[in-house]
């Protein structure tokens, strides 16, 4: 029988850089766990690629997944929602592969309720609030009433921390890459997980 593999959810306040660790992360040949792209009906920003950035939807059609069920989590953030399609999720953890989620906190919040300790929760944190903000302008895609209403948005995000076993602060990009590697390498070694394993072994014995 496969052993299931590990659901790892990165998240955090927008701005504090989650798709830029990402695509470092996967971007090293040491890793070992594929990436569940995100779904949403925001617009595409420039260099953005559909299926590999994010699945971009409609509003209705998105919709209409929610009604069907097939949603892991989904959130309405800033006016587009955001979501992890559910079939592509079960179908790698079943084949006994670990899946990298990056979704927003209060996506995160759905699937720890759904899942409980079977995930890995990590918070990515940035140095200060005025890093957040500066990010935010610099990234040039938000006028100043978004910026402000995701300012806001990040500090009631970042009050949510304590749902997450992880904070890892993003200072340096690189850094915070290392440390999510390790966390993820030790969470595979946690008693709780692997324990069946044995007690399946001793009952064959």
Do not use: C, W
Request: aromatic content about 10%.
């Amino acid at each position: 029988m496969t052993e299931r593999g590990l659901l790892i959810v990165l998240s955090g306040p927008s701005g504090v850089g989650k798709g830029t660790v990402r695509k470092a992360i996967f971007e090293s040949e040491e890793h070992d766990f594929q990436y569940s792209v995100s779904m949403t009906t925001r617009a595409m920003r420039e260099g953005e690629v559909e299926g590999v950035d994010y699945y971009f939807r409609t509003r209705e059609e998105f919709e209409a997944m929610i009604e069907a069920g097939e949603m892991l989590e989904y959130a309405e953030y800033v006016g587009n929602y955001y979501g992890t399609p559910l079939s592509y999720v079960n179908q790698t953890l079943d084949e006994g592969k670990d899946v990298f989620l990056e979704i927003e906190v209060q996506g995160a919040k759905q699937v720890r309720d759904k899942v409980g300790k079977a995930g890995v929760f990590i918070f990515l944190t940035p140095p200060d609030l005025a890093e957040l903000k500066s990010r935010i302008v610099n990234r040039g895609t938000d006028d100043l009433s978004v910026i402000e209403k995701r300012m806001q948005v990040a500090r009631e995000e970042i009050e949510m921390m304590a749902l997450y076993d992880y904070a890892v602060v993003n200072d340096e990009v690189s850094l915070a890459v290392e440390r999510i590697k390790r966390i993820i390498a030790s969470e595979h070694f946690r008693v709780d997980r692997v324990i069946g394993k044995y007690i399946n072994m001793l009952k064959e014995m």
